[in-house]
């Protein structure tokens, strides 16, 4: 009998449009939309260090913050400690989609084990993540995956 999984991170990753980009481009000349994200890497892995005190993960063209991996049924429990260097930080986020158009998701992957005789992941947010969401202007992604 497989196990329900689940994997909870806040991304931040690069915008790739010429008009909120401007800016940027502006300063480099020389680089692309798509490029904005490699040349301003440094700048925002330093602001995260700076003002979350965590070392981000790079993920291909995102970096990763906070992440888990171990599972619980209620997801809020998981988003908690996948967001606890972020809450109240909320303006912080904002700060940092701004100066380097950036943007920022939750994401929550869950694995639902379709031969599994326990209930599957509780997947409704509570009003603290809702309100994290909101006044950090955050997205969500779900990728809900039944194997």
Known sequence: MEKHSCKTYFSVGFEFDRVKNAALLKERRECSPEEIGIYNRAKVEKFIVDNFGVTPEWDRHRFIIGSNTTYCSDVNEMLAATLKDLFGKEDK???????????????????????????????????????FLYNSDTAMDLDYYVV
């Open 93 to 131: 986020i904002k700060e940092m989609q701004r100066a380097f158009s950036v943007t920022c998701t939750l994401e929550i992957v869950p694995y639902i084990a379709s031969g599994s005789e326990k209930p599957p992941q509780e997947l409704s947010l509570n009003e603290g993540i809702i309100a």
